[in-house]
């Protein structure tokens, strides 16, 4: 059997390019006991595999040059000699960036049985969902009278993290980077969706969309978007930073915000957080969630490139504001 | 009875200068029912005042063009129209930057007779004290396998902060701007003691200093100690954000650290705090100090401006370094 793969070619400089990857074909192995030949029909691209392209000490290891990226996906299991993962099982992996693949059952996680579409487990019940309630919860700690700013709020993140913050009663302000998706955020019920390409000055569309002021920034995007909410947030204000998309492709450090006294003068708490300290909470945010999409109270977008050799595309296409709500890799 | 005041005269734009200010002699009235006259014998001068001359909306409001400035002093009753303050009675009260004042009892707090000097109720056990002690622990909840990072380390917080925490059985790593103070702090037990203006890279030095990486960061000064800060904490690492004094005269805003994303990577907490929020714990904290005091555990050191009419060099002088330990003026 083969498998066609994504490998990280050479390490981008700035702005990912094609010419960083490359696509691979090669020969899976035989299946031993114990293992299972799995076909990935849907994965994952993400802002934070950024990261992982630079060859630098983090939380998680740097990409190897020459190997196939990973990421997260979601498929089916088509041959089989491990009897928990019979033929037909649908599985989740962090196995994405290939057609297929060969696995012992250690990193696989058997999708549970709920009238919830399969790629929504990369999506608002996965990894960016998660994150957006790791982020308002246990880090943010939400509050129905809160006033949230959200940012990058048409992402897989944002966009789920505005409908949790709705449903949790609060006030939302989301900040988008196009009209189409403002009116996307709007038909769901945010009333307070700002462009932030055609605003004005930032502080001041915040400010009047939240006279009262912000209770709890929920950071995505860093550089000005952070002065901004430092300008609105309120005394006793909150900070969950999840992400600073607008610098990850930097060559030139991008100095921060110029009014970080605030800190001080407004007693603001600032703490950054990473999805993966936070899966202990998952049977609690899943159960929600779960519920949530039955019932219509999250509507999960996704925005669905075609084809392994798309993937690529879709990866660079997050860093260009391409998607609407998660951004996804049918493979199958 | 005669008082001189120490009058704001004009807002400073940038670096406080002696124009800024002015000596005014007034007629105090006859003592009311309730009332006593305060011959204050120490006052305080404190970076945060700097804050309080700028015309803006805070936590504090602007001190008056024209109107005496006010700060922390210690004080003698000298007449008496009331009897829970006999002639004879030392007080603290918040009525500094002159040399006598009438007050109702309000506002006035009696020393307690303790064998510790008039003037450290304005110092390790009064306002900068019970900010080291708040920062360290409600904020930055010290634990005593930290290693702690202390910006302006000879300051009258920071010095204080440097001997609770030594006194918790932490690490400490302090940073000053002489040697003369890196002598001062050495001789107190402090091991690792940075000169950050001849140490060269900020971030090397810390990194050398403490191999094994930061788990708490008293600011005190921010940009460039912050940035170094973010370099060097660990994950998990706090950030008790007290003060920013590099900025306090800034005319244009100083952009703030390229280094945010660590935030992220780290998972760090930063929190901003004011001391007025905490004086609930005093009692708490005052009982250590003074133990700690009487039994040499924390060494208070001041430097000493004399009369009221050095009052303004003192307070100006906070911002060249000047100080060593608290900054105080004797007033009589």
């Known amino acids: 059997m083969e498998s066609i793969q994504v490998i990280l070619k050479s390490r981008p400089q700035g702005t990912p390019s094609p010419d960083n990857f490359a696509l691979a074909t090669i020969q899976l192995p035989e299946l031993q006991e114990g293992e299972v030949l799995v076909k990935n029909r849907w994965m994952s691209v993400d802002p934070y595999m950024r990261g992982r392209m630079v060859d630098r000490k983090s939380y998680i290891p740097p990409f ?9 996906a979601v498929g089916e299991v088509i041959a089989s000699k491990n009897s928990d993962f019979p033929v ?3 599985v989740s992996s962090m196995l994405g960036w290939r057609t297929h693949f060969v696995s012992g059952a250690k990193g696989l996680t058997q999708l549970p049985t709920l009238p919830i579409s399969d790629e929504h487990f990369l999506g608002a019940l996965g990894m960016p969902g998660m994150t957006a309630w790791s982020g308002l919860y246990p880090v ?13 709020a048409s992402g897989a993140v944002g966009s789920v993290a505005c409908q949790i913050a709705l449903n949790a009663g609060a006030t939302v302000v989301a900040t988008v980077g196009s009209d189409d998706k403002a009116d ?15 605003c004005g000055s930032l502080t001041k569309a915040i400010a009047a969309a ?3 002021g912000i209770d709890l920034y929920f950071e995505n995007v860093g550089g000005e978007h952070l002065t901004a909410a430092l300008n609105t947030l309120n005394s006793f204000g909150r900070i969950a930073v999840c992400g600073m998309i607008s ?25 950054g957080f990473i999805v993966s300290d936070h899966w202990g909470q998952y049977a609690e945010f899943s159960k929600h969630m779960a ?42």
Chains 1, 2 share one sequence.
Do not use: C
């Open 64 to 72: 190897a040059i020459d190997a196939p990226l990973e990421g997260g």
């Open 88 to 90: 037909g099982s649908k």
């Open 140 to 152: 943010g700690k939400l509050q129905e009278s809160d006033t949230v700013l959200i940012s990058a």
């Open 184 to 198: 996307n955020l709007r038909a769901k019920g945010i009333e307070h969706v700002i462009n932030y390409k055609t």
């Open 210 to 212: 939240a006279p009262q």
């Open 247 to 271: 610098q990850y492709n930097d060559t030139v450090p991008t100095p921060g915000p110029a009014n970080l006294a605030n800190i001080i003068a407004k007693r603001l708490r600032i703490e």
């Open 291 to 332: 519920q949530w999409l039955i019932e219509g109270k999250v509507e999960a977008e996704s925005t669905v490139y075609d084809g392994i050799d798309q993937a690529t595309a879709a990866f660079i296409g997050l860093f260009e504001g391409k998607n609407t709500g998660k951004m996804l890799v049918k493979l199958a």
